[in-house]
């Protein structure tokens, strides 16, 4: 069985796919948690990178 998407549901799928990757919280979040881990921030930019990057990828 196969289904044809329409323009429409292409269109909310690459929406939604661009929010999945480019939110707020990863333009707000990566600063904050750099400035917070102080001499840490190689380890603290590594974690972010795995949660943020990481994870997102994998379930995609």
């Known amino acids: 069985m196969t289904h ?3 323009s429409r ?3 909310a799928l690459g929406f939604m ?3 999945l990757f480019v939110g707020a919280g990863n333009i707000i979040f990566p600063p904050m948690v ?3 881990a102080g001499e840490h921030v190689w380890t603290a930019a590594f ?3 795995i949660t943020a990057v990481g994870l997102p990828v994998l379930t995609v």
């Open 34 to 36: 750099g400035l917070q």
């Open 4 to 6: 044809q998407l329409r």
């Open 9 to 11: 549901d292409i269109i």
């Open 47 to 49: 974690g972010f990178l």
């Open 17 to 19: 796919t661009f929010a």
